[in-house]
């Protein structure tokens, strides 16, 4: 059997390595521009490294610190006026309201269901902390959440008092 394309076969093996050698120098030309891209990429919040130092400020581990201490270094986060001390300001202060509804022999099995419990109490503290537990759960399901001065400063009052009835801060 004859090549059908006869003495044109040789210039395709040419065009074929040609067009081989093209697609390989474009895609090192294209590694080499992610390369260079790679410095300009978003540096996103680092949210273990934060988490992580929130426990070691407020070591849950260790007994001897009283409410009152804790809630001081709530305090103390909520006055750096940045909005990432305002929520972790925020997430401690949860802390200790679980904590201390825990000690007190008063938790179920979370937050909300504890709060309906302690409704047939009576606290008056129970609306305020329940935004604020809704504030809570914002800012753990949506990471880019922001908070306001003002609610965070509510949020804070709320549990504040909360802590107050329950009988753990004077």
Do not use: C
Request: net charge positive.
């Amino acid at each position: 059997m004859e090549n059908l394309f006869g003495p044109f076969t040789k210039i395709f093996e040419v065009i074929k390595i040609v067009v081989i050698g093209l697609d390989v120098f474009l895609l090192l030309i294209f590694l080499y521009a992610l390369r260079g891209l790679r410095n300009f990429r978003p540096h996103f919040f680092d949210w273990e490294k934060k988490f992580q130092s929130l426990e070691t400020a407020f070591n849950k581990n260790n007994p001897t610190l009283s409410f009152s201490e804790e809630w001081q270094k709530v305090l103390f986060l909520f006055r750096k006026e940045k909005p990432e001390a305002w929520r972790l300001a925020l997430l401690a202060a949860h802390s200790l309201g679980e904590r201390a509804l825990a000690q007190l022999g008063l938790a179920k099995e979370n937050f909300k269901q504890s709060l309906l419990f302690l409704e047939e109490r009576g606290l008056e503290s129970l609306k305020e902390v329940e935004r604020a537990y809704k504030l809570y759960k914002q800012l753990l399901t949506l990471p880019y959440f922001s908070l306001s001065l003002e609610e965070t400063k509510e949020a804070l009052l709320a549990y504040h008092l909360f802590l107050k009835e329950l009988g753990v801060l004077k």
